[in-house]
């Protein structure tokens, strides 16, 4: 398996005046895979995995590759063709189940896809989210999407608004209420929590029903995300189901 270590680790052939130093006349020679666009990006995204996006800059992805930087720019012209590039490759890991006509069977089956291809990836969130036009594929994945409510009666209008509704949903991300809290931070976090039962009762049962940490409850502690999610995008999918039955458009509406 790939691994973010070096040029010994990856199998990597590159041009002599790309290499860093020399190799020794000693070493066996080794048949090496030629360095191209696809190599850096999987590279990149093995670095972005494995250290966070944070570390990843081209002079880093080099040393990784084992050549120098100059070397990286015969195959992606600068840093945001790099990050677009990993992106295009992360959305082209998006299963697309064969459709079975039930467009809200496939609609869901498409977005868990997505959320599934990107979870892998934990900062591939953050770099979709940064790009100031879509890539090719995401523009591939949208647009299919978008047909599996087209195909099957949806009218364009609603469409439209379910698309607005879903918003980052489409790409299997839900907007947290509260950030999560910094680890830092710990003291201010605690007292606020003890102080909601006075403060905020409604808060507070919400709280502890979301911990559940109610006596005898027998479950563990925390909200399970992958339900969260799925509890929301079933009750948007199914107000969308009651809208184009009612035969809902934007000009009845209100």
Known sequence: MYTCQGPHHI???????????????????VRRETLSRDRVLRGA????????????????LAQELGVVPMAL???????????DGMIEAVV??????????????????R???ARAALR??????????????????????LDSLTGLFLADGLSVD?????????????WGFSQELFAATPRSDTRSFNAQRAALPGQHPHLAEIARAALRDEPGSGAGPGCDEQSEFEFALD?????????HAMGWSSASAG
């Open 11 to 29: 199998g990597l052939e590159v041009q002599p005046e790309d290499v860093l130093g020399s190799p020794s006349n000693e070493d066996p020679p």
């Open 45 to 60: 995204i093995e670095c972005a995995d494995s250290n966070g996006i944070e570390s990843l800059s081209m002079r880093s």
């Open 73 to 83: 720019y015969k195959h992606v012209t600068n840093k945001d063709d790099l990050l």
């Open 92 to 109: 082209g890991e998006i299963v697309s189940d064969p459709t079975t006509g039930e467009w809200k069977h496939d609609v869901r089956q």
């Open 111 to 113: 977005i868990l896809a």
């Open 120 to 141: 892998r990836h934990a900062w591939s969130r953050a770099v979709l989210e940064s790009r100031s036009a879509m890539t090719p594929a995401m523009l591939d994945y």
């Open 158 to 170: 609603l469409t439209h608004h379910v698309m607005h509704a879903l918003g980052n949903r489409m």
């Open 235 to 243: 009750l948007v999918l199914d107000g969308v189901e009651i809208l």
